[in-house]
């Protein structure tokens, strides 16, 4: 992807950081009108769909590069805006580079960039322009150069207002669906109350993290003290500010606050921004954690919560059975739950919480945990690491271990792979193969309600 040396305009690099605002509207102007009419249209019926609430939306404010709610929660939005006042051209250059032009996320080819006319910028801007109908003084405010330039961010060198739209391919259950992509270095602020409030757009879900600040390399010697301390001073400046413009009491909470329109449904929230939040309704065992597509930690969300008042959901097992029989439970394996399948995947916790000659004999025992160097972290028949991989492949692992032990029923201690992948269960079900019975014993209610129709027994 080509990001610079670019003419479509304020979503560019400008090739002088002292540009005026009107240039920038300017540029924004020239970037729609130089654009092709089959840009603009897809522009247009995009932010229609937006608009009219046809398109669920996921907010996602510091997202960095973290990609994973795209291959998650592709079943609650198909709109990912994604905020990130820190990133430069070359970031987001190489992250995409990374991430979707060699399927290098948790998922693969099954998250991949589709077949697009048009730049990511022209695209995006047409999308704000013609589809989002926003005026010029709201696009200049969603890139405001003013608010960059506070020590809020300024520690990150900054090369320029720059958005882009990408249209992705999420495959799940052999059927590609199109999710997208809306990634703008800007003022989450007004972003948020120009797209969301303004627009009355309703949010399914709002993810808020901190700003990432990477330590700087090759720091000199002598006096390299002098700067580490520097950096940590201006890194406490950064994320105090962050907390007093995003915390529930900061300038954020008072817009959300503010606002008559609904709330939205689910959100994870860094825990130090202080957000009154409703119990989890997904607890993610691995978390959106890890590292981004430039090998930087990112911030770890390990809980989905619900905000305001949220009803859960009516939920019903499959009216029809398949090759192999599902249930899906709330309750923990137990010795005496493990009495009814021939195999167990479960973690280290659960096998030190019940000593090994409480198990019945004959069970064959998972241990799914990290695979570190030997000796295994916990007594078990086999061993797997299912952490991060998506639903399919992790069956199979478990199917392969079965098969060579002739085992046909087993039961698992969370719901492998990842929220969305429900349709991957739904084919599996109907497959024939060495499991004839499988159990899923799922952490949190999210993944009860978005799992309960590839089951045979809701438990």
């Not at 592709?74 to 994604?82: I, K, N």
């Not at 003290?225 to 995003?246: K, M």
């Not at 606050?257 to 994870?268: I, V």
């Not at 002739?406 to 929220?419: C, D, I, N, Q, R």
Request: proline share 7%; net charge negative.
């Amino acid at each position: 992807m080509n990001t610079q040396g670019t003419s479509t305009g304020f979503f560019s690099p400008p090739d002088h950081a002292q540009d005026t605002a009107s240039q920038s509207v300017d540029d924004a102007q020239g970037a729609v009108d130089g654009v092709g009419e089959e840009v603009k249209q897809e522009g247009v019926k995009l932010g229609e769909g937006i608009l009219r609430g046809s398109n669920k939306v996921l907010f996602y404010v510091a997202s960095r590069f973290d990609w994973q709610p795209l291959h998650r929660f592709s079943h609650l939005a198909d709109v990912f805006v994604y905020v990130e006042p820190t990133a430069t051209t070359q970031d987001i250059t190489n992250a995409l580079e990374a991430a979707f032009r060699t399927g290098a996320t948790a998922v693969g080819d099954a998250l991949k960039k589709a077949e697009a006319v048009g730049n990511p910028e022209a695209r995006c801007s047409a999308l704000v322009s013609d589809g989002l109908k926003l005026k010029e003084d709201d696009l200049y405010q969603l890139f405001d150069v003013n608010w960059i330039s506070k020590p809020l961010v300024a520690a990150r060198q900054r090369d320029g207002r720059y958005g882009f739209l990408l249209n992705l391919q999420r495959t799940v259950g052999g059927q590609p669906k199109t999710i997208w992509l809306i990634y703008l270095v800007g003022c989450p602020l007004n972003i948020y109350q120009k797209l969301f409030i303004e627009k009355k757009i309703a949010l399914e879900m709002l993810i808020i993290g901190v700003p990432h600040r990477p330590y700087p390399e090759n720091i000199p010697q002598p006096g390299g003290h002098i700067l580490e301390e520097a950096f940590a001073e201006e890194n406490d400046r950064l994320l105090n500010g962050w907390r007093q413009t995003f915390s529930w009491d900061g300038q954020f909470g008072q817009l959300i606050r503010a606002h008559s329109g609904p709330m939205p449904s689910l959100a994870a929230i860094a825990s130090e921004l202080g957000w009154p939040v409703n119990p989890a309704r997904y607890n993610l065992p691995v978390g959106l954690d890890g590292l981004d597509a430039l090998d930087m930690p990112y911030f770890m969300f390990t809980g989905i919560s619900t905000l305001g008042h949220y009803q859960c959901p009516l939920v019903e097992p499959a009216h029809k059975p398949g090759q192999r029989h599902v249930t899906i439970t709330r309750k923990h394996i137990t010795p005496q739950s493990a009495r009814s399948v021939e195999a167990i995947v479960v973690g280290p916790d659960t096998l030190r919480k019940f000593q090994g000659d409480r198990w019945p004999d004959n069970l064959l025992t998972i241990l799914d945990a990290p695979i570190l160097p030997e000796p295994a972290p916990e007594p078990g028949d086999d061993h797997l690491d299912l952490r991060n991989k998506p639903l399919r492949a992790s069956l199979q692992a478990i199917e392969d271990i079965c098969a060579a032990q002739g085992k046909t029923s087993v039961a698992v201690h969370l719901l492998p792979g990842f929220e969305d992948e429900v349709e991957d269960l739904l084919v599996w079900r109907q497959e024939a193969g060495q499991i004839k019975r499988i159990v899923f014993h799922v952490a949190c209610n999210g993944h009860y309600f978005d799992y309960a129709r590839a089951a045979d027994v809701l438990d």
